[in-house]
C-alpha cells in the first residue's frame, strides 16, 4: 500500500476513534451528570423526611392552626409520591411510606379530639414530665417518635441501596470511558506503528546513503524496496547518483579541459583571495619562475601578492608599488578591474607585461566576495611593434629622418627640456627641379639624393639641430641660437651645405634649394603653428622665386588668409555662375579677316566688379579649382558656337584653354564629347590649348587623353611655345595641330635678334610639322608687318581687338568686320 494511502487510512482511522472517544465522554458526562442529580435529590428527600419528623413532633406537643395542618399533610402527600417513585427499586421505600402514614394518622386521631378532651388533657399533665404533658400525649409521641426513627431508617437504607447503585453505575460509566481510550489508544499505537515500521527502515537508508555520499564515499545507492514513496524516492536518489556521477565526470573533464586552456593561455595567472593570498597559479606562471631562476619552489603559492609587490626594488619598484594599490581597491571592492603595463626587461632582451586583475564575484543571487584573478600577459612584441609603427609614423622611411609629425614632436620635447629660445630658427627647404632630377637620372638616384643630402645635413650641421622631411623634396630644420652667430650666418651655412655638389652612384649632381624661415621670437607658438609660418614663407620664396630665403611675417598670413578667403569666393562663384567669357579674335595677319578667337574667363565679382584672370586663377590652380572652373569654360564655349550657328553666322574655331587638372581624374575626353554632342557642336570647331605645364605630369595616361582627344577631331594647340623644358620632345611626341608663340617673344621681335630669330625657328618648325602658327601680343602695326615678314599669318592682340564680350563679339560676326577697327582700345594684357 502506498504511504499516502496508508496514512489516510490511519488518520481516518484515528479520527472516527477520536470522535466515538468524545462521543462516549460526553455520554458518560451526562450519566453521571444524572447520578449526581439522583444524589442530590435523595439528599433533598433526607433533609424532607428530618423536617417532617420535626413538624410531627411540634404539632404534637403544640396545637396548629388548621393552615399549617393542611401544609403538614400536603408535604407528607409529596414525601409518599416521592417515596413512591423509589419503591419499585426499594421496597423499604414502601415502609417509609407506611411510617408517614402512620404518623399522619397518629395527627389527625389527635387532632380530631373535642377542645374539652385537650384541655382537660392539659390539666392532667404530670409535673414530673419534661415537656409537661399528659400521660396519653406522651404516648402517642413516643410511638410518633419511634415511626419517626423508622422512618429515617428507612429512608436511610433507600438512600443507602441508591447510593451503591449509582456507584455501580458510575464505575460502569468510568470503565467504558477506559475501554473506549484504551482502544483508540491501541488504534493509534497501531496506525502510527505501522507508519513509522513503513517509514523508519527507508527512511534511515535514505539517511546513511546521504552521510555518506557527503563523507565522498563512491558508488553510494539506497536499497529499493516495494512500490511506495519511499521505493520512487529512493529510486529517484540512486537516478540522481548516477547523473551525479556523470555530471561529476563531465564536470572533471571540464575541469581539467579548463585547467588545460588556462594554463596554455599564453599568460601567468593567479587565484587570490580576498585578503590577496596566491591560491594557485597556472604552468605558464610556473615556467616564467623557472626560467627566471626562482628559488621559490611554490612559485608564490601561499604569499600575500599585496606583500610581494610592496617589498620590490629596483627598476620596477614604481610600477609594482601601482599595481598593488591598483589591485587593493579591486579587492577592497572599490573598482572591479585594474590594469597596468609595465617593462620588466631582463639582461639580454627588451620585455613588457600587462598586468590585469578582475574581481571574482559569486551569481546575483548570492552575496559576498570571492577573490581576484590577476594575470601578467606579455606584450613585448606589441610593444617593438608600437615602437616600429611609432618610428615609422615619426621618421622618414626612406632617409631615416623624422617626419613631419616626427619633427613637432621632437621640437616640443627639445622645448620642454631647454626651453624657448627666441633666437632659434626653424627654417623649411625644398629642392628645386626634383622632379627633372628624376626623369634625367631616375627615381631610384633621386633617392639616393635624398638620402645623401639628409646624410650631409645631419654631418654638416650641430648636434642640436633637428631635421626633418615632410614631404618628397621638403627638407624641415631647427637650428638653435648657437650664441656667436647671426642668423643670416646660419642660413647661409645652410645654403652651402645645399649648393655642394653631391656624387650619386656614377653621377655629380648640382642641386639648389630654395626656402622659408620663421624666428622663434618672445611669443611662445605651438609647433604646428611654427610650420604654418615656415610653410607660408616657403610659399612666398617659390613666388619671388630670386634664390633668398624668405622670413614670415604677419602680412604673408594675410595674403594667405587672402587667397583661402579668394578660394572660398571662387567656389561661391562656381556655384552662383558669377564667371564669364570674353572672346579675343585671331586674325588673318595680311587681311585682317576673323578666323578665330580665343575664350577667355572673367569674373563678376558681386562686390570687386570685373576681375582678370591673373587676378584668380594662380589661387586656382592651387586651391584645385581650376578644372571645375575649366569645364565651366568648355561648356560655355560649346553654348556660345551653338548659338553661333544657330543664328548662322560665320562659323570660326574658339580656342579653350586647358589645365593640367583637367587631365588628372583620366575623364577630361569624354567630358570634351559630352559637351561636343550636347551642343551639336562641329570638334574641329573647337581648339584646346594646352601649356608646357600639363607635360609636368607627363605620362601614359596623359599621352592616351590627348590622342583620343586628336582622334575626336578637336584641333589640338601648343600654347606659350618656347617657354618649357623639352617642347621640342612634345611636339615630337603628341599631335598638335596649332603652336602659339609666347608673347615674350613677339612683343620683343623688333628689339632684339635674338626674338626675332627665335620666331623664325619655330615657324620652321611649325611648317615642319605641318601645324599653324599664332602669334600672341601683337600689338603695333610693326609688330605685325615684322611677323607677315618672317612668314607668319595668324595672329592676336590689342592691335586687331581686346577680348570683347560675348555680345560685342557676336555684333563683329555679323558685321563681318575686319580688324583693326578704325578706333582701336588702349594696348592691354590679354
Given at each position: 500500500?502506498?504511504?499516502?494511502?496508508?496514512?489516510?487510512?490511519?488518520?481516518?482511522?484515528?479520527?472516527?476513534?477520536?470522535?466515538?472517544?468524545?462521543?462516549?465522554?460526553?455520554?458518560?458526562?451526562?450519566?453521571?451528570?444524572?447520578?449526581?442529580?439522583?444524589?442530590?435529590?435523595?439528599?433533598d428527600?433526607?433533609?424532607?423526611?428530618?423536617?417532617?419528623?420535626?413538624?410531627?413532633?411540634?404539632?404534637?406537643?403544640?396545637?396548629?392552626?388548621?393552615?399549617?395542618?393542611?401544609?403538614?399533610?400536603?408535604?407528607?402527600?409529596?414525601?409518599?409520591?416521592?417515596?413512591?417513585?423509589?419503591?419499585?427499586?426499594?421496597p423499604?421505600?414502601?415502609?417509609a411510606?407506611?411510617?408517614?402514614?402512620?404518623?399522619?394518622?397518629?395527627?389527625?386521631?389527635v387532632?380530631?379530639?373535642?377542645?374539652?378532651?385537650?384541655?382537660?388533657?392539659?390539666?392532667?399533665?404530670?409535673?414530673?414530665?419534661?415537656?409537661?404533658?399528659?400521660?396519653?400525649?406522651?404516648?402517642i409521641?413516643?410511638?410518633?417518635?419511634?415511626?419517626?426513627?423508622?422512618?429515617?431508617?428507612?429512608?436511610?437504607?433507600?438512600?443507602?441501596?441508591?447510593q451503591?447503585?449509582?456507584?455501580?453505575?458510575?464505575?460502569?460509566?468510568?470503565?467504558?470511558?477506559?475501554?473506549?481510550?484504551?482502544?483508540?489508544?491501541?488504534l493509534?499505537?497501531?496506525?502510527?506503528?505501522?507508519?513509522?515500521?513503513?517509514?523508519?527502515?527507508?527512511?534511515?537508508?535514505?539517511?546513511?546513503?546521504?552521510?555518506?555520499?557527503?563523507?565522498?564515499?563512491?558508488?553510494?545507492?539506497?536499497?529499493?524496496?516495494?512500490?511506495?514513496?519511499?521505493?520512487?524516492?529512493?529510486?529517484?536518489?540512486?537516478?540522481?547518483?548516477?547523473?551525479?556521477?556523470?555530471?561529476?565526470?563531465?564536470?572533471?573533464?571540464?575541469?581539467?579541459?579548463?585547467?588545460?586552456?588556462?594554463?596554455?593561455?599564453?599568460?601567468?595567472?593567479?587565484?587570490?583571495?580576498?585578503?590577496?593570498?596566491?591560491?594557485?597559479?597556472?604552468?605558464?606562471?610556473?615556467?616564467?619562475?623557472?626560467?627566471?631562476?626562482?628559488?621559490?619552489?611554490?612559485?608564490?603559492?601561499?604569499?600575500?601578492?599585496?606583500?610581494?609587490c610592496?617589498?620590490?626594488?629596483?627598476?620596477?619598484?614604481?610600477?609594482?608599488?601601482?599595481?598593488?594599490?591598483?589591485?587593493?581597491?579591486?579587492?577592497?571592492?572599490?573598482?572591479?578591474?585594474?590594469?597596468?603595463?609595465?617593462?620588466?626587461?631582463?639582461?639580454?632582451?627588451?620585455?613588457?607585461?600587462?598586468?590585469?586583475?578582475?574581481?571574482?564575484?559569486?551569481?546575483?543571487?548570492?552575496?559576498?566576495?570571492?577573490?581576484?584573478?590577476?594575470?601578467?600577459?606579455?606584450?613585448?612584441?606589441?610593444?617593438?611593434?608600437?615602437?616600429?609603427?611609432?618610428?615609422?609614423?615619426?621618421?622618414?622611411?626612406?632617409?631615416?629622418?623624422?617626419?613631419?609629425?616626427?619633427?613637432?614632436?621632437?621640437?616640443?620635447?627639445?622645448?620642454?627640456?631647454?626651453?624657448?629660445n627666441?633666437?632659434?630658427?626653424?627654417?623649411?627647404?625644398d629642392i628645386?627641379?626634383?622632379?627633372?632630377?628624376?626623369?634625367?637620372?631616375?627615381?631610384?638616384?633621386?633617392?639616393h639624393?635624398?638620402?645623401?643630402?639628409?646624410?650631409?645635413?645631419?654631418?654638416?650641421?650641430?648636434?642640436?639641430?633637428?631635421?626633418?622631411?615632410?614631404?618628397?623634396?621638403?627638407?624641415?630644420?631647427?637650428?638653435?641660437?648657437?650664441?656667436?652667430?647671426?642668423?643670416?650666418?646660419?642660413?647661409?651655412?645652410?645654403?652651402?651645405?645645399?649648393?655642394?655638389?653631391?656624387?650619386?652612384?656614377?653621377?655629380?649632381?648640382?642641386?639648389?634649394?630654395?626656402?622659408?624661415?620663421?624666428?622663434?621670437?618672445?611669443?611662445?607658438?605651438?609647433?604646428?603653428?611654427?610650420?604654418?609660418?615656415?610653410?607660408?614663407?616657403?610659399?612666398?620664396?617659390?613666388?619671388?622665386?630670386?634664390?633668398?630665403?624668405?622670413?614670415?611675417?604677419?602680412?604673408?598670413?594675410?595674403?594667405?588668409?587672402?587667397?583661402?578667403?579668394?578660394?572660398?569666393?571662387?567656389?561661391?562663384?562656381?556655384?552662383?555662375?558669377?564667371?564669364?567669357?570674353?572672346?579675343?579674335?585671331?586674325?588673318?595677319?595680311?587681311t585682317?579677316?576673323?578666323?578665330?578667337?580665343?575664350?577667355?574667363?572673367?569674373?563678376?565679382?558681386?562686390?570687386?566688379?570685373m576681375?582678370?584672370?591673373g587676378?584668380?586663377?594662380?589661387?586656382?590652380?592651387?586651391?584645385?579649382?581650376?578644372?571645375?572652373?575649366?569645364?565651366?569654360?568648355?561648356?560655355?564655349?560649346?553654348?556660345?558656337?551653338?548659338?553661333?550657328?544657330?543664328?548662322?553666322?560665320?562659323?570660326?574655331?574658339?580656342?579653350?584653354?586647358?589645365?593640367?587638372?583637367?587631365?588628372?581624374?583620366?575623364?577630361?575626353?569624354?567630358?570634351?564629347?559630352?559637351?561636343?554632342?550636347?551642343?551639336?557642336?562641329?570638334?574641329?570647331?573647337?581648339?584646346?590649348?594646352?601649356?608646357?605645364?600639363?607635360?609636368?605630369?607627363?605620362?601614359?595616361?596623359?599621352?592616351?587623353?590627348?590622342?583620343?582627344?586628336?582622334?575626336?577631331?578637336?584641333?589640338?594647340?601648343?600654347?606659350?611655345?618656347?617657354?618649357?623644358?623639352?617642347?621640342?620632345?612634345?611636339?615630337?611626341?603628341?599631335?598638335?595641330?596649332?603652336?602659339?608663340?609666347?608673347?615674350?617673344?613677339?612683343?620683343?621681335?623688333?628689339?632684339?635678334?635674338?626674338?626675332?630669330?627665335?620666331?623664325?625657328?619655330?615657324?620652321?618648325?611649325?611648317?615642319?610639322?605641318?601645324?599653324?602658327?599664332?602669334?600672341?601680343?601683337?600689338?603695333?602695326?610693326?609688330?605685325?608687318?615684322?611677323?607677315?615678314?618672317?612668314?607668319?599669318?595668324?595672329?592676336?592682340?590689342?592691335?586687331?581687338?581686346m577680348?570683347?564680350?560675348?555680345?560685342?563679339?557676336?555684333?563683329?560676326?555679323?558685321?563681318?568686320?575686319?580688324?583693326?577697327?578704325?578706333?582701336?582700345?588702349?594696348?592691354?594684357?590679354?
Amino acid at each position: 500500500m502506498k504511504l499516502v494511502r496508508l496514512s489516510v487510512v490511519s488518520i481516518t482511522a484515528c479520527v472516527i476513534g477520536l470522535v466515538a472517544l468524545v462521543l462516549v465522554g460526553l455520554h458518560s458526562m451526562g450519566e453521571m451528570q444524572e447520578k449526581q442529580a439522583e444524589i442530590k435529590a435523595l439528599m433533598d428527600l433526607h433533609h424532607r423526611i428530618g423536617e417532617f419528623s420535626v413538624a410531627s413532633d411540634a404539632l404534637l406537643v403544640n396545637h396548629a392552626d388548621p393552615a399549617r395542618l393542611e401544609s403538614y399533610r400536603a408535604e407528607a402527600t409529596s414525601l409518599k409520591h416521592t417515596l413512591a417513585e423509589l419503591a419499585e427499586v426499594h421496597p423499604d421505600a414502601r415502609r417509609a411510606i407506611h411510617h408517614i402514614d402512620f404518623l399522619v394518622g397518629t395527627l389527625a386521631t389527635v387532632y380530631s379530639q373535642p377542645t374539652r378532651l385537650r384541655e382537660e388533657s392539659d390539666t392532667q399533665r404530670q409535673a414530673d414530665s419534661p415537656l409537661l404533658l399528659p400521660l396519653r400525649s406522651q404516648v402517642i409521641m413516643n410511638q410518633v417518635a419511634g415511626y419517626g426513627i423508622e422512618l429515617d431508617t428507612a429512608l436511610r437504607e433507600v438512600t443507602s441501596q441508591r447510593q451503591t447503585m449509582i456507584a455501580r453505575d458510575a464505575n460502569w460509566i468510568a470503565s467504558g470511558f477506559a475501554t473506549a481510550a484504551g482502544l483508540f489508544g491501541a488504534l493509534c499505537v497501531v496506525a502510527f506503528g505501522l507508519m513509522y515500521r513503513r517509514i523508519h527502515g527507508p527512511l534511515r537508508s535514505l539517511y546513511h546513503a546521504t552521510r555518506r555520499v557527503e563523507a565522498g564515499e563512491p558508488d553510494v545507492r539506497v536499497p529499493v524496496s516495494g512500490s511506495d514513496e519511499f521505493a520512487d524516492l529512493s529510486r529517484t536518489f540512486n537516478r540522481m547518483l548516477d547523473r551525479q556521477d556523470g555530471m561529476l565526470e563531465t564536470l572533471s573533464g571540464a575541469l581539467a579541459t579548463r585547467r588545460a586552456l588556462i594554463d596554455a593561455l599564453p599568460a601567468h595567472i593567479a587565484l587570490l583571495d580576498g585578503d590577496g593570498k596566491i591560491l594557485d597559479v597556472n604552468d605558464q606562471w610556473r615556467h616564467f619562475g623557472t626560467n627566471n631562476d626562482s628559488r621559490d619552489t611554490t612559485f608564490g603559492v601561499g604569499s600575500n601578492y599585496l606583500s610581494v609587490c610592496r617589498a620590490a626594488n629596483g627598476d620596477c619598484a614604481e610600477e609594482a608599488l601601482e599595481a598593488a594599490e591598483g589591485l587593493k581597491a579591486v579587492l577592497a571592492g572599490h573598482q572591479a578591474s585594474f590594469a597596468l603595463e609595465y617593462p620588466c626587461h631582463s639582461p639580454d632582451q627588451p620585455r613588457w607585461f600587462r598586468m590585469m586583475a578582475s574581481r571574482l564575484m559569486p551569481g546575483q543571487e548570492a552575496q559576498g566576495f570571492l577573490g581576484a584573478v590577476v594575470m601578467h600577459v606579455d606584450i613585448t612584441e606589441r610593444k617593438l611593434a608600437e615602437r616600429e609603427l611609432k618610428r615609422l609614423a615619426y621618421r622618414d622611411p626612406l632617409t631615416g629622418l623624422a617626419n613631419r609629425l616626427g619633427f613637432m614632436e621632437a621640437f616640443s620635447r627639445h622645448i620642454a627640456q631647454h626651453g624657448w629660445n627666441p633666437a632659434a630658427l626653424i627654417v623649411l627647404l625644398d629642392i628645386r627641379e626634383m622632379r627633372n632630377l628624376n626623369d634625367a637620372y631616375g627615381y631610384d638616384t633621386g633617392d639616393h639624393l635624398l638620402i645623401e643630402l639628409a646624410r650631409r645635413l645631419e654631418n654638416g650641421l650641430g648636434k642640436d639641430i633637428l631635421i626633418g622631411r615632410i614631404s618628397g623634396d621638403q627638407f624641415i630644420l631647427f637650428l638653435p641660437d648657437d650664441g656667436s652667430s647671426h642668423p643670416r650666418e646660419r642660413l647661409d651655412h645652410l645654403d652651402d651645405l645645399f649648393h655642394t655638389p653631391l656624387q650619386v652612384k656614377d653621377f655629380i649632381i648640382e642641386i639648389a634649394a630654395r626656402g622659408g624661415y620663421t624666428l622663434l621670437g618672445d611669443n611662445e607658438r605651438g609647433a604646428e603653428i611654427l610650420l604654418h609660418e615656415v610653410e607660408i614663407a616657403l610659399h612666398e620664396t617659390r613666388l619671388r622665386d630670386n634664390g633668398e630665403f624668405y622670413r614670415y611675417n604677419r602680412e604673408m598670413d594675410r595674403l594667405a588668409q587672402r587667397r583661402i578667403d579668394l578660394t572660398r569666393d571662387l567656389r561661391q562663384a562656381l556655384e552662383d555662375d558669377q564667371f564669364e567669357l570674353h572672346y579675343q579674335p585671331k586674325v588673318n595677319l595680311a587681311t585682317g579677316e576673323v578666323i578665330g578667337c580665343e575664350a577667355l574667363i572673367r569674373w563678376n565679382h558681386p562686390q570687386r566688379g570685373m576681375q582678370m584672370p591673373g587676378q584668380f586663377i594662380g589661387v586656382a590652380e592651387q586651391s584645385q579649382l581650376i578644372g571645375p572652373i575649366g569645364d565651366w569654360v568648355l561648356l560655355q564655349a560649346c553654348r556660345h558656337l551653338r548659338e553661333w550657328q544657330e543664328a548662322g553666322l560665320d562659323l570660326v574655331q574658339v580656342s579653350v584653354n586647358v589645365s593640367v587638372d583637367q587631365f588628372r581624374l583620366g575623364d577630361f575626353t569624354e567630358k570634351v564629347r559630352e559637351a561636343l554632342e550636347t551642343h551639336d557642336i562641329d570638334p574641329s570647331s573647337l581648339t584646346l590649348e594646352i601649356t608646357e605645364s600639363v607635360f609636368s605630369e607627363e605620362s601614359v595616361q596623359l599621352r592616351q587623353q590627348i590622342n583620343d582627344l586628336h582622334a575626336l577631331g578637336v584641333r589640338l594647340s601648343m600654347d606659350d611655345f618656347g617657354t618649357g623644358y623639352s617642347s621640342l620632345l612634345y611636339l615630337q611626341q603628341y599631335p598638335f595641330d596649332e603652336i602659339k608663340i609666347d608673347m615674350g617673344f613677339v612683343r620683343k621681335i623688333l628689339d632684339e635678334p635674338l626674338n626675332r630669330n627665335i620666331v623664325s625657328m619655330i615657324l620652321g618648325i611649325s611648317q615642319v610639322l605641318g601645324a599653324d602658327t599664332v602669334a600672341e601680343g601683337v600689338e603695333t602695326p610693326a609688330v605685325r608687318d615684322a611677323l607677315l615678314e618672317l612668314g607668319c599669318r595668324i595672329g592676336q592682340g590689342y592691335y586687331y581687338s581686346m577680348p570683347l564680350e560675348v555680345e560685342d563679339f557676336r555684333w563683329l560676326l555679323e558685321k563681318q568686320s575686319r580688324l583693326p577697327l578704325e578706333l582701336r582700345p588702349s594696348p592691354g594684357v590679354s
